[in-house]
């Protein structure tokens, strides 16, 4: 029962750095979100994509790339990290019931990662 | 810019009490999630509320929307410590449940 699945769990990068978060899904959805987590705040969108080849810009996209090349994985990317990129990073996925039934679009979180730029 | 206020922030309270968190939005939605995220861990789904006056009820914990008010609620009944996490709301702003803005969290602890 895996769900979503995010590596690495835990980084250190030194600043300017570069690095790529992987999320893997295997539950077929087809969105799937890379959110950002700091202390005593919620989470905030970075960027999304609402099925392969496609991306899309959230909340808070500056100094992120994404790429979406197969349906199951949703790559985040930090080509050059900063300080302020110190957080703990969630990818979630999620899938729209059908069927005339209103769309409920639950999205389910991978475990996290934590990533620390100094 | 849809905003999302959660209050309060923090809660601690003993077991076998009741309590309330609010949730407050700033712009018309009908559709809205309680998440709930233990220390450490990911955010885990509670309740998806769908339309005005939905009320969803799992164990003692209790969520309601009312869309004209803008707010939710999640009621905790006889609080047992096994409630304790950060429990997050979330607003769903394009009304096709594909983009979520959080409010901030209410850490929730419950004392013996």
């Known amino acids: 029962n895996a769900g979503v699945t995010q590596t690495p769990k835990f980084r250190v990068l030194k600043t300017g750095q570069s690095m790529t978060l992987l999320c893997a899904q295997d539950m077929n959805h087809e969105y799937m979100y890379w959110y950002r987590q700091d202390p005593g705040m919620g989470l905030r969108l970075i960027h999304y994509?609402?099925?392969?080849?496609?991306?899309a810009k959230g909340e808070v996209p500056d100094g992120y790339n994404v790429s979406r090349l197969k349906k199951q994985n949703f790559l985040l990317g930090l080509e050059s990290a900063a300080p302020s990129q110190t957080s703990v990073y969630f990818c979630a996925s999620s899938f729209t019931t059908s069927g005339g039934a209103i769309a409920k679009n639950i999205q389910y979180f991978g475990a996290g990662t934590r990533l620390s730029v100094l | 810019e849809l905003k999302v206020e959660q209050n309060p922030l923090f809660l601690s309270m003993q077991e076998g009490k009741n309590y309330t968190i609010y949730c407050n939005y700033s712009t018309t939605s009908d559709r809205l999630y309680w998440y709930r995220q233990d220390p450490g861990k990911s955010l885990e789904s509670l309740f998806v509320l769908l339309s005005n006056g939905a009320v969803k009820q799992e164990g003692r914990l209790m969520a309601s929307l009312d869309t004209k008010a803008r707010l939710s609620t999640l009621h905790i009944t006889a609080a047992v410590h096994d409630l304790s996490a950060t429990y997050f709301c979330a607003v769903d702003w394009d009304n096709a449940g594909n983009m979520l803005t959080f409010g901030g969290g209410t850490r929730l602890m419950v004392k013996p």
């Open positions: 994509s609402v099925g392969e080849g496609t991306t």
